[in-house]
């Protein structure tokens, strides 16, 4: 899988989440499509935050420089 299809269903899955939390949150939902799509999210939520944690551990890779970890401030302007 590439990084941009990864990311893509990233986003995807968040927005998933997102939808599922806003109709969850509406109350419209009977009690069995709403402890559906609680498992749903769940299970999304849990699929995330994986995802995130994997992205930290190769950012944290990367900033090794040898046998020490350099810790950088990230800066979103520097692109």
């Not at 941009?4 to 109350?27: P, R, W």
């Not at 709403?34 to 935050?49: H, M, N, P, V, W």
Request: proline share 1%; aromatic share 4%; net charge negative.
């Amino acid at each position: 899988m590439t990084k941009e299809k990864k990311a893509i269903d990233f986003e995807q899955q968040l927005e998933t989440l997102e939808a599922l939390v806003e109709s969850l949150e509406d109350g419209g939902l009977s009690l069995e499509d709403s402890l559906t799509s609680f498992e749903q999210g769940i299970k999304l939520a849990r699929d995330c935050q994986q995802a995130l944690k994997q992205a930290e551990q190769k950012v944290e890779l990367l900033m090794r420089q040898g046998d020490e970890l350099v810790s950088q401030p990230f800066d979103a302007q520097d692109d």
